[in-house]
C-alpha cells in the first residue's frame, strides 16, 4: 500500500510556497518533536509564543504596516493543517492568537492598532479569546460579565472560563454587557481587577493552557473598547469566530492526516495471524474510511479558503460545514487510529491517543457539532425557501 502523503497535495498561491515550506519546516523542527512532552505536561515551553513570533507565526493575519507576514486564506489553511497534524494545542493557542489580532485589525482604532499590533507579531504580546463563561456556552448571547460605566471608563464584572492561553496571555478580547448590548474590550494581563486562575488540563488540548478570569471592579479606561457598543458579538466576536472555525477545521484535516499516517505505519509492519495486519480487510476497511475523510474534509476546508479567498461572503457557511466535517472526521479518524494500534494506541505517550483526545475537543470549541448543525440547516432552509 502507498503511503499517505507526507504533506497535503493541496498547493498554495506560487508566491506563498516558500513561505509555506520554511513554515512547514519549522513545525516539523521544533513544534512536532515536543507535543507529546507538552501534552503530559499540561504546558508549552515558555519561549514558544516569541520563537514562534521570530519566524513569522504570530504574524500571519497581521497587517504588514503593522509588522505582521500576511497570508492568503489557503496558504493560511495549509500552515493549520500541518499545526493540526503536529501539535493540536500549539495550533489551538495561535488560532485564538489570530482571532484577537484580526479583530484588532478590523475594529480597533489607529492608536489600539499601533500599539498592539507589532508586538502581537511578534509573539511579544499573544492574544487569547475571552466569551464563555462559567454559566454560558453556546448561547453566548446570554453573557452576563458586565461593564458598568464609572468616570471616563468602565468597572468590569464576572467571570470567564475555558480560556485557551488564559496562563500566558498577555492580552485578554474580552465579550462583556455594556448598556446591556454585548461588548469587546481589549484587556492587558495585569489590569487591577482582573485575576487569572489557572485550570487543570482539560481532556484535550491538554497543553493549551485554559485559565479562568476573573473580573472584581476591574477599571478600564474608554479606549480599551474594541469597536461600538453593541457590536460585541455580532460584528466583533462573530468574525472573530468564523477565522476561528476556519482554523479548526484545518488543524482537524492535519488531525485526520496523523491518525491514517499513523495507522498506516502501524498495519505495515504490526504481525498477527503470520501476515501484516493490513492485510487483513477488515484493517482496509478502516483505512479506506479515512482517507475517504482526510480527502473530503480537505475538499471542504479548500472550498471554504477559496471563498474566503474571493471575499465571498459564502465563506462563513463554508467554513462552518467544513468545520463540523472536518470535527467529526476527526473524531472517527482518532478512535480508528487507536483502533489499529490496538493496547499500543492506547498507551501513555501514544500519540494516537492524544490526537482522539484533542479530535474530541474539536466538536465543542469554536461552536459544538448541534451549534454549527443549526446554522447549517438554517442556511439551507434559507437557500431552499429563496427557490
Ligand atoms: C479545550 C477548550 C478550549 C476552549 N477555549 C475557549 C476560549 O479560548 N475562549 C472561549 O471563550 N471559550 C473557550 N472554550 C469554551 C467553548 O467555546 C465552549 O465549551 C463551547 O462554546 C460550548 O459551550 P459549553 O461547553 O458551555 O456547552 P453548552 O453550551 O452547555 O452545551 C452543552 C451541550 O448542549 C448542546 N447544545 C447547546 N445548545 C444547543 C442547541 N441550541 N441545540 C442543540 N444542542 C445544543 C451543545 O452542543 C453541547 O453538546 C473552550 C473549551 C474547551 C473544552
Redesign the pocket.
Known sequence: MALPEAQSPVEPPENQQQRLARCRALIEREIRPRADACDAEGRLPDELPVMLGREGLCGLVVPEGQGGRPVDPITYGLIHEQLGAACAATR?VLT?HDMVAAAIGRWASPEQQADWLPRMARGETLG?????EPE????AKAIRTEAVRSGDGFSLHGS??????GQIAHLFLVLARCDEKPTAFLIPRGTPGLTIEPLAP?L??RA?M?AELHFADCRIPAGWMLGPVGSGLNHVAAAALDLGRYGVAWGCVGLIRACLEAATRRARTRVQFDVPIREHQLIQGLIAEMAVDLKAARELAMAAGRLRQSGDPDGVIATCTAKYFAARAAMHAGQTAVQILGAEGCAAGSPVQRYLRDAK?ME????????QQ?MIATDALQRQGRL
Not at 487569547?128 to 464563555?132: C, D, G, I, N, Y
Not at 465543542?364 to 451549534?371: A, D, K, M, P, R
Open positions: 489551538a485564538v487569547a479569546f475571552a466569551l464563555t454560558v456556552g453556546s448561547d470567564k472560563r475555558w480560556i485557551t492561553a482539560p484535550g488540548l493549551a485554559l475537543v465543542i470549541i469554536e461552536g459544538s457539532n448541534q451549534l443549526v
